[in-house]
């Protein structure tokens, strides 16, 4: 399938991926009902948004909040959107390819140290399992694309600092195991922007003309920053949750993704168009007030409102 | 007094300056006791800070907050470090260079509807009260540094949008004036990191080897994303308050200045080094959580730790 990647991910433009409603919904003792998860996409949606995290393909014994991800999977691709679905096994992935995510999102972690944690297996079993998971795909025709998530890319809460270059060996493993794109995700806020710049640097020399994902958390508060450090590096896709659903383990109470709005605002005061209404994302917003009372809307934007004089107009896809 | 400007802001290294004593206090309903600010500006010296500002020179029937200026001033000064005092008029400059201040700062805002607002006079009326501060300076043998704060250099509440080049303008219109440094202020958070780029660019070629100050508000989010922009872009000397202190007049609940300590992590994530402890500045954190128990401490740091493995070394100037 590869050279789908570039259709669903054009290269002349920065992309904002919705990851809130799979890692944003990860560890929240409360959800929304599938109909507000519903509006939430078609509004995004109609605000620009072309790229939805749908949910994780697991038990929804054990995890209700993605009981509902093959209805959802249904609606984004209804509406010639891009649904993303998260496995963490091979059980998982062939849920996904079989309920037609148009991108299957798969994790192997930074470090071995995290990987055995994570997913009790070595980091080459895991790279095995990401080939067969390609062939699997195959297989069934399915047309979705593989992408194979780094976690800890910038540093591991088991193992400390790791090294871009690692993080880049293990990028160029998963294209010989022939996956369509690579993401690396600052997955417990570690990274600063330096750090993401040569990492992005190196990825953006590796991967050539195919894209690759950044999924930075703001737990440090450099979420901002390093997105824009990934930018000037190459990097073009970039996941975010609206009001910035989706914490840390291992910080409570800790910001978790990248801030959704904040992130257009910051691209569209740097001239970067992302084609998404920002004062209709920010308006979404009540979905998650309505539908999660309990939970932190994070976010400055929405608070402070936006600057006078400045109007934004969006450029849809 | 040209020349010491280099002395107290050297211009191989980045320089952050704490103004949560001043800017941060502006506005809060509660206040630290005397001591307790002492004991907040002897552990921010002992763990590397060397520039505070210290409060306004103000009438203290009024402002309460800034009642201890004298005190603290001189607290500062036989500490060996580097006191800022803010004035908003003639009386209050007298007054602050009589108290012997080492930096006096006066405030010129980039828009005349603001400096109307604000000031209640044009600009131009400003910029010759600021030539009469200079004289009074030199009259009265202060050896203070005069440093005039331009508010809402990257756009006004009032006014919208603002150029660039009109900024560079007035800071040149500062410096005809024999003021001894410059300040750029983000006053209300407009500022986007592209733009504070620009000015900066500006600001590092007019200004030369002196050195200039940028003040950045957090309000949308970018605060930090901004600060990085302007340190590439030249800028070396950065304000900032302990726990974002200093709220925004127009946004209320929103967050105020940049969060020193985050600050700090930013520059020493990206290998600049701050000479600044940062662990002991967190724990500082403890003097307002006990003294302004009702006020919102910002940062994300002091709620999520040091990444695993980071080590931070004071390097002390």
């Known amino acids: 399938m590869a050279g789908d990647a570039e259709r ?18 990860q560890l929240t003792q409360s959800f929304p009902s599938t109909e507000a998860k519903a509006d939430w996409i078609r509004r995004e949606h109609a605000a620009g948004v072309r790229h939805f995290e749908v949910g994780s393909f697991l038990p929804s014994s054990r995890f209700p909040q993605f009981a509902d991800v093959r209805e959802l999977t249904d609606l984004v691709n ?15 992935a062939r849920d996904a390819l079989e309920a037609g995510v148009t991108e299957l999102t798969v994790v192997l972690s930074a470090t071995e140290a995290h990987n055995m944690a994570n997913a009790r297996r070595p980091r080459e079993q895991s790279l095995s ?28 809460s088991l193992a400390g600092p790791v090294d871009p ?40 020399a590796l991967m050539g003309d195919r894209p690759y994902v950044v999924h930075l958390h703001d737990t440090r508060g450099l979420g901002l920053a390093n997105a824009l450090a990934a930018y000037d590096a190459g990097a073009r896709v970039f996941d975010a949750s609206l009001a910035g659903l989706g914490g840390c383990p291992f ?20 001239g970067i168009s992302t084609g998404i209404d920002l004062e209709e994302v920010i308006a ?17 934007l929405a608070q402070a409102g936006l600057p006078k004089g400045m109007t934004w107009q969006a450029h849809a896809a």
Chains 1, 2 share one sequence.
């Open 8 to 25: 669903v991910y054009p290269a002349d433009r920065v992309i904002l991926r919705e990851v809130g409603l799979r890692d944003g919904l």
């Open 78 to 92: 209804s509406l010639g959107a891009h649904s993303l679905g998260l496995a963490l096994n091979g059980r998982g």
């Open 129 to 156: 399992e990401i080939a067969a998971t390609v062939r699997l795909r195959d297989e069934i025709r399915s047309p979705a694309l593989i992408n194979v998530g780094i976690a800890m890319a910038t540093g591991c």
């Open 165 to 204: 270059a690692e993080v880049e060996r293990l990028a160029e493993a998963c294209l010989r195991a022939g996956v369509d794109l690579v993401g690396i995700a600052d997955t417990v806020g570690y990274g600063g922007p330096r750090q993401i710049a040569e990492l992005c640097r190196r990825m953006t």
């Open 251 to 270: 910080a409570p109470g800790a910001t978790g993704n990248v801030v959704f709005e904040d992130l257009v605002y910051l691209f569209e005061t740097a």
């Open 284 to 300: 979404i917003r009540e979905i998650l007030s309505r539908e999660m009372p309990d939970e932190t809307l994070h976010g400055t």
